[in-house]
C-alpha cells in the first residue's frame, strides 16, 4: 500500500516535469535580467529648463549613469536629463542644435502640435544644423516628454540618453494645490546595457530585435538603483517609462497603496488607490505616495513587481529606495476629485477603423514568436499615405492583438485618445482620461476613441517598443 502511493507520487512528479519542460521549451524565453545595484547613489533631481530664449542641444556628453564609472559616449539634451515647464496657453519656442554625427530631429510626445513641428522622421535636421520649434500649447496640464524620432534610428538615439520631460501645468491643477517644490519629483525610468569600461551597449541580437533591447541595470533619472530622502509627507512623482522596452509593474515594497492622479494626458477624474499598476514605454503616470505613516529611518523601495507579461515581467526588482530621514507635520489630504472629463460617445464616431498587430508566423523556430513587426501587415514606409482622416472627426481605432504573442504599446501622434473597452482584458481605472500610449498585452483587442485636431498633415501611430518601431511597427496617418 504504502509502496503504491509513493510511486504514484513519483509518477505525478514526473508527468508534471514533463508538462513543465515542454511548455517551457515552447513558449517561455527569458530575457534580460535586472541586476540591482546597491541603492548607495543619490537620486538626481533634473532640474527645470526656463521655457524661454531655449536652445536645446542635442551632443556627445558624459554622464554618471553608474556609481564608479561615468558614462563617456552617452549622448544628451543639454549635457542633462532636462525638465521643461510651460504654462497651458502659452508659445513654446526652441532652438534645436543637432551637433550628433547622425540626423535626428525632436517628436514631443504627446504635446499637440502642428504636423511640422511634431518631429516626424520626414523632417531631420542635418549634423551641424538646426531647427526652431513653435508652437502654441492647446492642452491641459499634463506629464509629457520628448524624444528623436528618425526612421530606424529612434531607438539608439533615444537609449543613448536623448529625452527630456515636458511638464504643462494650468490653474485647474494649480488650484488643487498638489504636493510642489522639493515635493514635486520627476523619475525617468529606464534600462540600459554597460561596456566593461562604463561606455553604453547598444548591439541588438536576434532576440533584442524581436522583443526590444533590454538592459541589465535599473536607472531612475539616469542613476543606477538610486536613493531618495524622504520628509513624512506626501510626495508628488511624476513618472514615465523611458526604456527601450521594458514594461514596470510599479508597487511598493510594503505592499502600501498609492495614489494615482494621472496618466499620459493629465488628470484622471479622481485619484485611484491601488497597489501596483503597469506603464509601458512611452506611458507615464502621476501619483502620489503618502510617507506621513512612516517613522525617520524607515527604508521602503519602489519596487517592479513580478506579473504576467511573458518574457517582460517574471522578475520582481527593486528600483528606488526611499529613506525616511525627517519628521514633519502633514496637513495635505487626497482630494476627492481632480477634475472632470468628458468621455467621447463612440455613436458619434465617422467610423472605426482596424489596426492588426503582428502574429506568429508558423516558421521552422520552436519558439513561439510573432513575426515581422507590422501594422496591418505593412512595415513602414516614410512616403505612403496609410490612412486619410478628417480633421475635427471622432474616430474609433481598434488595435488588435488577438492573434499576437508579444505586448505592445501603441501609440498616436497629434491627438489624445480615450480607451473606450478591452477585449481580453481589464480596462484600469488608472488607464481611463486621456491617454496617447495604451499597451496590448498578448491576446488583447482594445478600441480607443479620439477627436482628429485642425492640425493638417502626416502624424505617426506606431508600437512604442522602439525596437519594434524601428524595425517597422509604424504608420503614417494624414489629417485632411
Ligand atoms: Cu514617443 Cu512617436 O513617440
Ligand atoms: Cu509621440
Ligand atoms: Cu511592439
Redesign the pocket.
Known amino acids: 500500500m504504502k509502496h503504491t502511493t509513493k510511486f504514484s507520487n513519483q509518477f505525478v512528479i514526473f508527468i508534471f516535469l514533463i508538462l513543465t519542460y515542454s511548455c517551457a521549451d515552447d513558449s517561455v524565453i527569458s530575457l534580460t535580467q535586472i541586476h540591482e545595484g546597491n541603492f548607495i547613489s543619490a537620486l538626481p533631481i533634473p532640474s527645470t529648463i526656463n521655457p524661454q530664449n531655449l536652445t536645446l542641444e542635442a551632443k556627445p556628453s558624459p554622464w554618471k549613469f553608474l556609481q564608479d564609472l561615468t558614462t563617456k559616449n552617452s549622448l544628451l539634451y543639454n549635457s542633462t536629463l532636462p525638465v521643461i515647464k510651460i504654462n497651458s496657453g502659452d508659445l513654446f519656442n526652441v532652438n534645436f542644435k543637432n551637433e550628433l554625427n547622425n540626423s535626428s530631429n525632436i ?1 514631443w ?1 504627446g504635446v499637440l502640435t502642428p504636423a511640422k513641428m511634431d518631429g516626424h522622421p520626414k523632417d531631420l535636421v542635418a549634423p551641424g544644423s538646426n531647427m526652431n520649434y513653435a508652437f502654441k500649447i492647446k492642452q491641459r496640464a499634463a506629464t509629457l516628454w520628448f ?1 528623436p ?1 528618425p526612421h530606424m534610428e529612434t531607438a539608439e538615439q533615444a537609449y543613448m540618453g536623448l529625452a527630456g520631460m515636458f511638464i504643462v501645468n494650468d490653474d485647474e491643477e494649480k488650484s488643487l494645490q498638489l504636493p510642489s517644490g522639493e515635493f514635486e519629483i520627476p523619475l525617468v525610468f529606464s534600462d540600459k546595457k554597460f561596456n566593461e569600461d562604463g561606455t553604453l551597449r547598444y548591439a541588438l541580437g536576434s532576440i533584442d530585435k524581436h522583443y526590444g533591447y533590454l538592459g541589465d541595470k535599473m536607472l531612475v533619472n539616469y542613476t543606477e538603483s538610486p536613493y531618495l530622502n524622504v520628509k513624512t509627507k506626501f510626495y508628488r512623482f511624476r513618472m514615465l517609462n523611458g526604456s527601450n522596452a521594458r514594461i514596470f509593474d510599479i508597487a511598493l515594497s510594503n505592499g502600501a497603496s498609492y495614489y494615482v492622479i494621472g496618466n499620459d494626458g493629465g488628470l484622471l477624474e479622481k485619484p485611484v488607490m491601488l497597489t501596483h499598476a503597469l506603464l509601458s514605454p ?1 506611458e507615464r503616470l502621476d501619483v502620489l505616495i503618502d510617507f506621513s505613516r512612516l517613522n525617520v529611518g524607515d527604508t521602503i523601495y519602489l519596487q517592479n513587481n513580478s506579473n504576467t507579461i511573458e518574457g517582460y515581467g517574471e522578475q520582481s526588482y527593486k528600483i528606488l529606495r526611499f529613506i525616511v530621514t525627517e519628521k514633519e507635520n502633514e496637513v495635505f489630504s487626497i482630494p476627492g476629485s481632480l477634475s472632470s472629463i468628458t468621455n467621447l460617445n463612440p455613436a458619434n464616431a465617422a467610423r472605426t477603423r482596424i489596426f492588426r498587430l503582428p502574429a506568429p508566423h508558423s516558421g521552422h523556430s520552436g519558439m513561439h514568436m510573432d513575426g515581422s513587426h507590422t501594422i496591418n501587415g505593412l512595415s513602414y514606409d516614410i512616403s505612403r499615405i496609410d490612412e486619410s482622416v478628417k480633421a475635427g472627426d471622432i474616430e474609433i481605432w481598434e488595435f488588435d492583438n488577438s492573434m499576437g504573442m508579444d505586448p505592445h504599446p501603441m ?1 498616436i ?1 497629434g491627438v489624445q485618445f480615450q480607451i473606450i473597452d478591452k477585449m481580453n482584458g481589464n480596462l484600469e481605472e488608472y488607464e481611463k482620461g486621456w491617454k496617447d500610449t495604451v499597451l496590448l498585452k498578448k491576446g488583447e483587442k482594445v478600441r480607443v476613441i479620439m477627436q482628429f485636431p485642425n492640425e493638417k498633415g502626416i502624424f ?1 501611430v ?1 508600437c ?1 517598443n522602439l525596437e519594434h518601431e524601428d524595425d517597422g511597427m509604424m504608420l503614417n496617418f494624414q489629417i485632411q
Open positions: 517628436h510626445h524624444h524620432h512611452g501609440h501622434h505617426l506606431h512604442h
